[in-house]
């Protein structure tokens, strides 16, 4: 074991966030573990305690707790198998010099905690490919929801593409089947969120509550949400096809704003409400039959700035299995779907 390190941050370091900064310096660690260390507060930044997304500033004393030997075994660091290998491989949709795109399947966590030893994170050295450092996670889907998942392969393609993403210089559009037809047809949603109160596996801590947007400022640990959805197709009354565009990328924003609607995403069991059968009035996140139970919630394009040619990448996968079924059922065809609903919103 190391003794307690205090380090200052370097220029080259401003901006990003403490985990993936302590994961540079410290390969050993895990995200488990440094999640547990600001649960603690053994991890303090400039004094204060901090989470595992705060952001860093150039010149800041970050105290580090005493660390397992960096060469001591690590029996987390489970070796990738080759089947996991060829699973994550087969996920790319796009690679250059700087940026991998997958198509994240639905079920397979990005990042890992105490229960998740399987996960994109633990993955990305078998997406080296040609290069000397495994890629970098520059932002998050839900464990349930597939779709585009952005790495960066450089250090400086990272701070590039994280910055996009804070900055919301993206337009991100997802599918997904709820119960239910949402009227109007088009319509955004302003409800803010905060964490429930709770903890444990069937804590409401679990989840996020919605807010009139006149509350948000004065409720401790609520943030503005903003969601733009559009219905492409119905099977009324049951079920609808919509398109939703986050504005804001708060926890189960997409989630628990079609739940306020009292139209819950498919397979939610979080947000569908008690009673998850769905008797055609719009509520019961389950439709029963032949459906999958799986979330119907999907990543379904995404656009950015390349961060080294300033290029605009359009980035679409395609359905997961569960969800392209459904599509069937309902003959829902994809290829009709206009790629971006929201054209009219800038």
């Keep these: 074991m ?3 390190q205090i380090q200052t941050v370097a220029a080259d370091a401003t901006d990003q ?3 993936r900064w302590l994961r540079r310096m410290f390969p050993q660690l895990t995200q488990g573990r440094i999640e547990k260390m600001c649960r603690k507060g053994e991890l303090r930044v400039d004094g204060g305690r901090a989470k595992p997304a705060t952001r860093l500033i150039t010149g800041q004393q970050v105290r580090i707790p005493p660390l397992p030997d960096q060469n001591a075994p690590q029996a987390t660091q489970a070796r990738i198998t080759d089947a996991d290998a060829k699973m994550i491989r087969a996920c790319v949709i796009y690679r250059d010099d700087h940026i991998i795109a997958l198509n994240k399947p639905c079920g397979l966590p990005v990042q890992g905690g ?12 078998a997406l080296r490919f040609d290069m000397d450092e495994k890629p970098r996670l520059v932002h998050r889907l839900d464990k349930d929801t597939s779709g585009v998942l952005l790495l960066a392969r450089t250090r400086l393609a990272a701070k590039g593409l994280t910055a996009a993403f804070r900055h919301r210089n993206t337009r991100k559009i997802y599918w997904a089947a709820v119960a239910g037809v949402p009227n109007p047809h088009k319509g ?5 969120l905060v964490k429930a109160p709770g903890h444990g596996k069937s804590g409401e801590g679990e989840k ?5 947007p006149r509350d948000v400022e004065a409720t401790y640990g609520a943030k503005h949400a903003t969601t733009y959805y559009a219905v492409i197709e119905a099977a009324a009354p049951r079920t609808a096809w ?3 565009m986050p504005v804001t990328g708060r926890t189960h924003q997409l989630r628990a704003h079609m739940a306020e609607l009292g ?3 498919v397979g939610d069991g979080k947000y569908g409400g008690s009673g998850q059968e769905n008797l055609g009035d719009g509520w019961g996140a389950q439709l029963g039959g032949d459906i999958s139970r799986k979330l119907h919630l999907h990543a379904r394009s995404l656009m950015i700035e390349h961060p080294e040619t300033r290029a605009i990448l359009h980035l679409t996968a395609p359905l997961p299995k569960h969800m392209a079924d459904t599509w069937a059922m309902f003959q829902w065809s994809g290829p009709d779907a206009p790629d971006d609903p929201f054209e009219d919103i800038t």
């Excluded at 105490?114 to 050295?125: I, M, N, P, Y």
């Excluded at 955004?188 to 803010?192: A, D, S, V």
């Design 242 to 244: 919509v398109a939703l």
């Design 188 to 192: 955004i949603i302003k409800y803010g």
């Design 263 to 265: 139209h819950p995403i």
């Design 2 to 4: 190391s003794r307690v």
């Design 17 to 19: 966030r403490l985990d």
């Design 114 to 125: 105490s229960k998740q030893a399987r996960h994109v994170d633990g993955l990305t050295e």
């Design 208 to 212: 996020m509550l919605c807010l009139h």
